[in-house]
């Protein structure tokens, strides 16, 4: 079923809000750093189906669920998508409590180059002469912090694939945003339900529960895990893919930005070029958005109006 297209500027806007709420996501994994991270992700999607509900309840898209859950061709794509955006939350997860804050911030700033090459490959995209510009700046940081983490090289990759190809999976489905991630989450429920139980019954025991503020964060993950995948997967469907992967460098920023300035980590020098020189690529990839966008704005205005352009 076809979406309703949103304005390019709403969009965008989604896209910054989705990475600034991610880009905070360290300070509230603080709050459940006792946590195991299975045990973690799998709380994060039990949560996440009722807000699902809620909003789609609220939405009236139950009619529209019902539809894609007859569309076999859609879940297995779903079925997919489910997998992969399980790996990149357990990963994300583990490096940020085991301490390896600039390896995950590492991975999303490789994430808008899989994101560019795959939309290069598979969506036919082009980038103008200044956003290729853009696009090697880039390079040039993520190979200089590249070089100086080599040990966490892994768990890099495997966050910027992961959540690289899910972006792609959720853009060319045939599913809306939030019936497409309720769909997910009502996929990985069998083995969330599983897990929990023989935690409860047989294994060491459930983290909820045992401490207030540590089980209203875990309950709290669901939201925090709707909202910002609901905005993503609006704006991914509205906006170019190679956008939508320049968009990527602002959470990993983010994430920099508390390590130096909240939690004291020393800032080593090849931290600091990348840093500089992918702040310069988003500037340029900025204005030439800025520059295209003000060239198109007068002619399709003229369009409207039926004169000669």
């Excluded at 750093?33 to 045990?39: C, D, L, Q």
């Excluded at 995950?104 to 808008?112: Q, T």
């Excluded at 895990?225 to 956008?243: G, M």
Aim: proline share 6%; aromatic share 12%.
């Amino acid at each position: 079923m076809s979406q309703p297209q949103i304005s390019t500027r709403r969009a965008l806007f989604y896209g910054v809000l989705t990475h600034a709420i991610w880009g905070c996501l360290p300070l509230y994994l603080m709050l459940v750093r006792e946590v195991p991270p299975v045990e973690f992700v799998a709380w994060r999607t039990l949560f996440t189906l009722p807000v699902c509900l809620l909003f789609m309840g609220w939405m009236g898209q139950f009619a529209e669920l019902r539809r894609t859950l007859a569309d076999f061709h859609t879940l297995k794509r779903l079925l997919f998508s489910a997998g992969l955006i399980g790996l990149n939350w357990f990963v994300y997860v583990w490096a940020i409590q085991t301490g390896h804050v600039y390896a995950a911030s590492l991975g999303y700033y490789v994430l808008p180059l899989v994101m560019m090459l795959l939309a290069r490959l598979f969506l036919g995209e082009r980038l103008s002469r200044p956003q290729q510009v853009a696009v090697v700046l880039a390079v040039l940081g993520v190979g200089a912090l590249a070089l100086g983490a080599l040990s966490t090289l892994g768990a890099t990759l495997c966050l910027a694939i992961s959540f690289g190809v899910y972006g792609l999976v959720r853009k060319t489905v045939n599913a809306g945003p939030l019936v497409g991630l309720t769909i997910e989450a009502l996929i990985l429920m069998p083995l969330v339900g599983c897990y929990l139980g023989w935690l409860a019954m047989a294994g060491p025991g459930i983290s909820f529960g045992r401490d207030a503020v540590e089980s209203t964060a875990i309950a709290f993950s669901g939201a925090l895990t709707a909202i910002p995948l609901l905005l993503f997967a609006t704006a991914a469907r509205a906006l170019p893919y190679t956008v939508v992967g320049f968009l990527q460098f602002l959470s990993p920023s983010f994430i920099f930005l508390f390590g130096l300035f909240v939690f004291g980590e020393p800032l080593k020098p090849a931290q600091l070029v990348c840093f500089v020189l992918i702040w310069i690529a988003i500037a340029l990839f900025s204005w030439d958005l800025w520059r295209t966008s003000r060239r198109k704005a007068p002619a399709a205005a003229t369009a409207e109006e039926g004169l000669p352009v």
